[in-house]
């Protein structure tokens, strides 16, 4: 790896760290496309799962008095029932495709309200919650939306909201993170960043987390929602015309 490269990846995780401390998912989907470009789709993965975990392990960490529990409970028991299922599955998908599932996820944003009657505070939906972001989130490397979907009908504030999946999140960068770093282990971690790469980048995201959350202390709950749709989906229109280009020139 080239040290423009390397530097590259350091400061893209503080910036999302930054990002994701203020919106919650925002900055994860932006990093994956990030080091999809620089980066072999499977070490992309075990890198985005190293410092996603990180950057939620510590936003959790920092607004653990707004956390529920509860939910964080069933969605981790799902968590793992959705990690063992896809890692017998063995499947990588293709930069093209992984840019277009990228440039798709967004869009669950913008599904009508009167469409989703979901609510993570219920104990089953919470476990639904874990089941099928985690299960994305192994495919498309990001499901930052489609976990947003399950907290909109909550009555939980925006602090509550954002420390309560970035402790889920934990539990899906961890089922990242073993299912697509175990061959690559294997493979003598061909293609993932050296070492000193990880030990720049993983204090820069608990820094990017800590300036994220004193922004977001500055948001209103309105502003908090709709900033956090509309960034999302401009993420999602870059990697739809970055997807079109890769399938044109395949």
């Known amino acids: 790896m080239g040290l423009t490269v390397a530097l590259f990846v350091v400061a893209m995780a503080f910036v999302t760290a930054t990002l994701s401390g203020v919106f919650g998912m925002a900055g994860g989907l932006v990093l994956m496309g990030a080091l999809a470009a620089v980066l072999p789709v499977s070490a992309a ?3 985005h799962g190293l410092l996603q975990l990180t950057a939620n392990g510590w936003r959790a960490i920092l607004h653990r008095k707004h956390v529920r529990w509860d939910i964080v409970g069933w969605y981790a028991l799902a968590s793992l ?3 063992v299922a896809v890692s017998f599955l063995a499947l990588v998908p293709s930069k093209p495709l992984l840019y277009l599932l990228l440039g798709l996820v967004p869009w669950l944003t913008w599904l009508p309200q009167r469409w989703i ?3 993570a505070a219920k ?6 919650s874990g089941l099928s972001v985690t299960g994305l989130n192994l495919s498309a490397g990001v499901a930052g939306p489609l976990l947003d979907i399950f907290f909109i009908r909550t009555e939980l504030t925006r ?4 420390a309560t999946k970035a402790a889920t999140q934990v539990f899906a960068h961890l089922a990242k993170i073993i299912v697509y770093g175990a061959p690559l282990i294997g493979a003598g971690g061909k293609g993932l960043p050296p070492w000193w790469v990880f030990a720049l980048a993983i ?5 990017g987390t800590a300036v994220g959350g004193v922004i977001l202390d500055r948001l209103s709950d309105v502003n908090f929602k709709r900033w956090t749709r509309w960034i ?5 229109v870059t990697y739809l015309f970055q997807a079109a280009q ?3 020139h395949a």
């Open 246 to 248: 890769l399938f044109l």
């Open 232 to 236: 999302v989906t401009g993420v999602g």
């Open 203 to 207: 204090p820069l995201s608990m820094a």
């Open 159 to 162: 602090h509550a909201i954002v």
């Open 117 to 119: 009657n979901l609510d």
């Open 45 to 47: 993965f075990v890198t």
């Open 123 to 128: 104990p089953a939906q919470a476990f639904l």
């Open 81 to 83: 029932v959705a990690g």
